[in-house]
């Protein structure tokens, strides 16, 4: 991608030898997307059906690039670049989870119109949007997405789309624990056969490194003087009139408390020890620019359902680049400790880190 090649020498990014060695990655695809006719597969496909494992191996078909590594590496970065000029209309980048929150309204539909095989349409449609796909954040965490990726991706890639996918997880540890994981494992060795699975291994978290002194956002340990700190930036951003604001998702109610133009407020109780789900966070990040969050405690096993409700709103506001000001109990890092989704957690925690920088701002919104 002569796009990194450009930034690196405008200084934009750093020069990576891991980076770069899944920029030489997505080039290939980049190169082998020029002529691609998805009506057929990819020319070699031929080739790979005809002449068993050895040219398997040489001659894939064209079905794309798995991305996996630590947090803050820089794979969405680099999906983004190839994304932007990646030399074919139909394509789509996509958060995997609001992805698949699409699907499963689609398959809803299709099996109230009394359709056997919702997966189909829901893939015809997909198919036809998009011949490129890429999805950022894979991640399994829910038996229900887990029970319909296999048949779902099985059905994408008969109609030849090309996936590129970043991840905190190599496949073989995606849904890893989940319940009837076994039900899963097709989607898995798929994955495995058709993508090319490629680790990025840098050896520097990017993230940390973006973290620098500026306007505070982000307020901790809780009490009196997070709590004032929050009414002051409140204050100056709301202008001092405020109003309750009620979002309908769904024919659902979400109440967000406190409302003033273009900026909401509401707390982590208020917020996420309530049943809402990933619908609604996503209306919540898409109905204002700058999100107030207040007291979100530390979380733990105890209050499992929570702390995936505060990691789903905050991949919310992230992708959707909401400003965030947030008080908690500590640090993002020290957030969650231990039990089931601390590992996932660490991403979060790099995201708070950040949403908390400087410049996050300055990114243009339009950019994702
Ligand atoms: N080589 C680099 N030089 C400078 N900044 C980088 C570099 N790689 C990544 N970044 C920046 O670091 C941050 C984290 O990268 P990101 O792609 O979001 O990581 P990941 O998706 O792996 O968690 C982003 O703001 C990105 O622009
Ligand atoms: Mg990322």
Known sequence: MPLYRQRVAAGQIRPDPAQMAAVEKLQLLHMRLKNYNPSRGAKVSLGWLGFG???AKRDKPLTGLYLYGGVGRGKSMLMDLFFETAPIGRKRRVHFHAFMQEV???IHIARESGIRDPIQPVADEVS?????LCFDEVQVTDITDAMILGRLFEALFERHVVVVATSNRHPDDLYKNGLNRDLFMPFINMLKERVDIHELDSQQ???QDREEAGERVYFSPLGNAADKAMDAAWKAVSGGSEHPLTLSVHGRRVEIPRAAEEAGRASF????????GPADFLAVAEAFDTFFLDRVPILSRAKNNEAKRFVTLIDALYEAKVRLYMSAAAEPERLYLEGEGAFEFQRTASRLAEMSSADWTRNDPSEH
């Open 269 to 276: 109780a208020e917020l996420c020890e309530k049943p809402l």
């Open 128 to 132: 036809e949007g998009a011949v490129l």
């Open 104 to 106: 499963h309204v689609g």
């Open 53 to 55: 494992r050895k040219a």
């Open 205 to 207: 978290d990017y993230r």
